[in-house]
């Protein structure tokens, strides 16, 4: 079973909350800077992470926990932007591989700098509420 909360967890879980909303504020308004959803600055992500030639719709709908239908719509909606790109699977002729445009890349280039700097601005604090919670 586990102890007690005390004080200090609430206030240190309700910290870490705040500053999990502070990056995702922060991470949507740099998306929106560049022209994208958070969802689509997400499935670029995910792309790119991903080795190439193996990203499906339904490894996005996985990693993006939507529906299968909605991360269709989704990477339609991208392919219609320019920013990614279908083609068959060599393995599976029924599924569609996906890649990025080089804009695409270029966009997320950029995005994945500053979220870089800005994770590395908050990790001492973050770093200070795992410990608190002892979680770390």
């Known amino acids: 079973m586990a102890s007690k909360l005390t004080d200090a967890d609430y206030l240190a879980l309700a910290d870490f909350r705040y500053s999990v909303r502070q990056f995702l504020a922060f991470s949507e308004g740099e998306a929106a800077q560049c022209g994208l959803t958070p969802q689509q600055h997400q499935a670029l992500l995910v792309i790119r992470a991903a080795p190439p030639g193996t990203t499906t719709i339904g490894h996005v709908a996985e990693r993006l926990i939507l529906k299968p239908h909605s991360a ?35 966009i997320l280039e950029t995005l994945s700098a500053t979220h870089r700097e800005e994770i590395r601005r908050l990790l001492p604090a973050v770093t200070r509420l795992l410990e608190l919670l002892e979680v770390s």
């Open 72 to 106: 269709t719509g989704l990477v339609n909606r991208m392919e219609g932007l320019g920013l990614v790109r279908r083609e068959p699977s060599p393995r599976d002729k029924r599924q569609a591989v996906l890649s990025l445009t080089p804009s695409a890349l270029q």
